[in-house]
């Protein structure tokens, strides 16, 4: 895939008066393929949605080199970017926000399309076609921003972005302040556009759940630094830091039952010997029988409380929560064979 925008040494610095200087994104750089979807994740405050307005020059970059399609875009001013960014379109977290509210959802999706010069009747038709494109039926045009959902006016921001034909579509924390429903039929919107458009993608999130289920790539920033960078099978089956792999169990949802929360300790003891022990399996191991490996090589049992399985980026990928019964040789040397084949192995406490 040919390069559409290339990122190099990417650096912002913001300066206040009386204040030390703050370096919001420092040196990263990363590129952004035609047709795919990458997704930019960290936490609150790592400097993603920064890198989100250096990329739409929404603020100057202090250093570095943006590119476009080739061309060098760092130092373009406001009047010759126009051009540019016709290409490059942004959905925003707040998507009630990005409206006019004294205006209609057609007026805003229109706006575009009007400064271009084409003519009342077209922009209406073009309008029916880009809400019928994002999931809205052409009534909604009609309305304003407060008569409809979070979700809703989310598909009309992504429609209003589309009314140029962009080649980059810059999604900053777009499903962020909406439920979950309403963000997987976002994220399967954006899939379908990703896949029927040619559109390329690139989603700002610090929802790693958010990745997994759309994107081709992902780049982890923490601190205003880009930490790793890989394809979703890559980073999802093998993490190299360990701010991924704190990301990657956020997608998990472990709860022991209560009633082995109540009795569980921390340290073993005579009356409290059996390990409850969490298995971590990634794709270079989760389709190997080695749990049963295990049990029948060393002669214990696992007694399985909670396990899940998922894939991200066509790899496997889970856990298994088990109360483990043997000798404890036995149990500790199940132990390391399982973590020389590639699974993590943490205890969790001890029961009766």
Do not use: W
Not at 69 to 84: A, F, N
Not at 266 to 290: H, Y
Not at 318 to 344: C, H, M, P, Q, W
């Amino acid at each position: 895939m040919s390069i559409l925008l290339e990122a190099e040494h990417l650096t912002k610095i913001f300066t206040q008066r009386g204040k030390n200087p703050f370096k919001a994104v420092n040196d990263v750089s990363f590129t952004l393929k035609k047709g795919e979807t990458l997704g930019i994740v960290g936490e609150s405050g790592s400097g993603k949605s920064t890198i989100a307005k250096l990329l739409t020059r929404l603020t100057d970059i202090t250093e570095g080199t943006l590119k476009f399609e080739g061309k060098d875009i760092t130092r373009l001013k406001q009047s010759q970017l126009k051009e540019v960014y016709g290409d490059i379109q942004m959905v925003f977290q707040n998507p009630v926000g990005s409206f006019d509210p004294r205006r209609t959802l057609g007026d805003g999706i229109g706006e575009s399309l009007r400064n271009r010069g084409m003519k009342k009747a077209d922009v209406e038709k073009r309008v029916a076609e880009l809400l019928e494109q994002c999931g809205l039926e052409k009534e909604y045009a009609k309305r304003y921003p407060h008569e409809v959902s979070g979700g809703q006016c989310q598909r009309a921001a992504i429609a209003r972005a589309l009314a140029v034909e962009p080649k980059v579509l810059i999604c900053d924390e777009a499903t962020s302040a909406l439920d979950p429903a309403t963000t997987q039929s976002i994220l399967q919107l954006l899939k379908d556009i990703n896949k029927r458009l040619g559109l390329t993608i690139l989603l700002i999130t610090h929802e790693m759940e958010v990745v997994k289920r759309i994107c081709d790539r992902v780049a982890v920033i923490d601190k205003g630094e880009l930490i790793e960078t890989g394809s979703v099978s890559e980073i999802f089956s093998n993490p190299k830091t360990a701010l991924a792999q704190i990301f990657i169990q956020s997608t998990f949802h472990i709860e022991l039952p209560q009633e082995y929360m109540e009795q569980l300790s921390a340290q073993p003891s005579a009356e409290k010997n059996k390990p409850i022990i969490k298995f971590e399996f990634t794709g270079r191991s989760v389709d190997a029988p080695l749990l049963s490996h295990a049990s029948k090589r060393f002669g214990i049992d696992f007694s399985i409380l909670m396990s899940q399985i998922d894939y991200a980026g066509g790899v496997k990928f889970g856990f298994v929560i088990a109360e483990v019964t043997g000798e404890e040789d036995a149990i500790s040397e199940a132990r390391f064979y399982l973590i020389d084949n590639n699974v993590k192995v943490e205890v969790l406490g001890y029961v009766e």
